[in-house]
């Protein structure tokens, strides 16, 4: 399995430093309350270092974190939450779960539609009939805000580390170009590449693959979301 956050995941909580994660986690229990009870199976996929499930997982009765990535999972500060090392485009579960959560453009890192379909298919088969499944996605505008913010820097318990964005309009690949510096000096690079669908991409292809969208929010908000905002925030069921 693709250890693909090895080297960020020894800075990621100075990358995300701005990052509000017990914002995000209130919204998305508001969110999901509207669908499912309290008592309810959850699987958090493509989790990294447990941010949200820290502030997440204590109002389930049961919650798994899962992601591809040992690294970031190791990473985590809360170190009773369960978690899976596992690709999310093949869970390895055969129970069910009432609510499914990707979060943070974790998506995105599907870069391939034949990728995101076995994914979503995957999902279809753990969600139960009345579960839902809640994701987030990038949008273009997203990408363009980011490159006006190309270059960014930062320091975590000495590790430094440098951060390029680059969005490669034709192919919609948004690339982030990583190099870090450890305190023996030693350096590494570490690349990571998203795909930026359109909106209406993730309709049709939930549609192929036996889900469909109850609700696409302009992301931290109730409001529909437009294809020119940021992030889009999905709900998703399954088709019985
Ligand atoms: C931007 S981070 C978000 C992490 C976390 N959801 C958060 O809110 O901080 C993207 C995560 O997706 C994970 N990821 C990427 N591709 C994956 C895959 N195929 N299966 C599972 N996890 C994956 C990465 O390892 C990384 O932890």
Redesign the pocket.
Known sequence: M?D??KYV?DV?DQL?SK?D?KF?AKYLLKLSSLYIKKKSKVL??????C??ANHLSSYFKDYIT????LS?LKKTMSKSIKRIC????SIPFNTKFDLVI?????IN??TNKS?IKK?AFEVRNILSDDGIFMFDTALERNSFKHQKEAVRSGRQNDIIFNRQSIYLHSSRIHKNIFEIQYPDGSKVREVHRQKIYPLDFYFRMLEDTGLYVVECFNAFTFRDCKPNDLRAQFVVKRKI
């Open positions: 693709k693909n956050y995941s990621y995300m990052v994660y995000w958090e996929l493509a989790a990294g270092n941010r949200l899962t992601d591809i990535s970031m596992c690709d999310m485009t990707c979060a943070f453009d974790s890192y599907l990728l994914f």
